[in-house]
């Protein structure tokens, strides 16, 4: 079973940036993929990005193209998020997710991945 534990949410202005991290444990973690997803109040829980674990190939979802940028370093066992271009409907709770059958970005259905950390509050307001 893996574990994961998110960091780095907070309140920040519009325009501001944020870095997540997702630590991550449990036997050959680095194989499997790591993803991003957030649910805001009354949504459903939406893909963000994703890092592969074999060559940390990336893949963002459309509203995170060209704001995010997600990266793994595996001395660490740790994967970041970071969120640049903050804006107000960014705000939401913010997992990572693995699972072992998961080794490449193949997609963000929730269904996909047995392990999740708890989550981290991005608030994006003035």
């Known amino acids: 079973q893996v574990q994961l534990v998110e960091s780095g949410g907070g309140l920040v202005q519009p325009g501001g940036s944020l870095r997540l991290s997702c630590l991550y444990s449990?036997?050959?973690?680095?194989?499997?993929?790591i993803t991003w997803f957030r649910q805001a109040p009354g949504k459903d829980r939406e893909g963000v990005s994703c890092i592969s674990g074999s060559d940390d190939t990336t893949h963002y979802a459309n509203s995170a193209k060209g704001r995010f940028t997600t990266s793994r370093d595996k001395a660490k066992n740790t994967v970041y998020l970071q969120m640049n271009d903050l804006k107000p409907e960014d705000t939401a709770v913010y997992y990572c997710?693995?699972?072992?059958?998961?080794?490449?970005?193949?997609?963000?259905?929730?269904?996909?991945?047995?392990?999740w950390g708890q989550g981290t509050q991005v608030t994006v307001s003035s």
């Open positions: 449990g036997h050959t973690s680095h194989d499997y993929a």
């Open positions: 997710a693995t699972d072992p059958s998961v080794q490449y970005c193949s997609g963000y259905g929730v269904f996909l991945f047995g392990s």
